[in-house]
């Protein structure tokens, strides 16, 4: 769904002050009310930190936002059109079907 968007809205930031424990965050979303929930929710990156965001020594913790876009209920398994699907073995987080912004911040302070 995201790649079929004429605009995305992407927002770098890190879940936490302390720079020993702060995860960095990467949402990627269709919305520019996630992108905007989620600037004010995370700590800005400095100019120097968002040059080297990737490349650090942890791998960004990526939200992929396609809350407008449903679940298939006819997958097995698959009670509801919403899901919200967290592997913190890939750092990543995947929202389907649900425009509540309030599921990225519990995948960050997770």
């Known amino acids: 769904y995201l790649n079929t968007r004429k605009r995305l809205y992407i927002v770098d930031g890190y879940g936490g002050w302390d720079e020993d424990y702060r995860v960095p965050v990467r949402v ?13 929710m995370l700590v800005p990156p400095t100019q120097q930190e ?5 490349t650090g020594k942890v791998k960004p913790f990526v939200i992929f936002n396609a809350g407008v876009f449903p679940c298939n ?6 009670t509801s059109s919403a899901s919200v699907a967290v592997s913190f073995k ?11 912004a309030g599921e990225m911040k519990k995948g960050v302070f997770t």
């Not at 009310?33 to 989620?38: D, E, I, N, Q, W």
């Not at 968002?50 to 990737?54: I, V």
């Not at 890939?90 to 509540?100: A, D, S």
């Open 73 to 78: 209920r006819q997958t097995e398994g698959m």
């Open 90 to 100: 890939r750092h990543e987080m995947v929202i389907l079907g649900t425009q509540y």
């Open 28 to 40: 990627i979303t269709s919305r520019a009310y996630h992108a905007l929930f989620m600037q004010n």
């Open 50 to 54: 968002l040059a080297n965001f990737e």
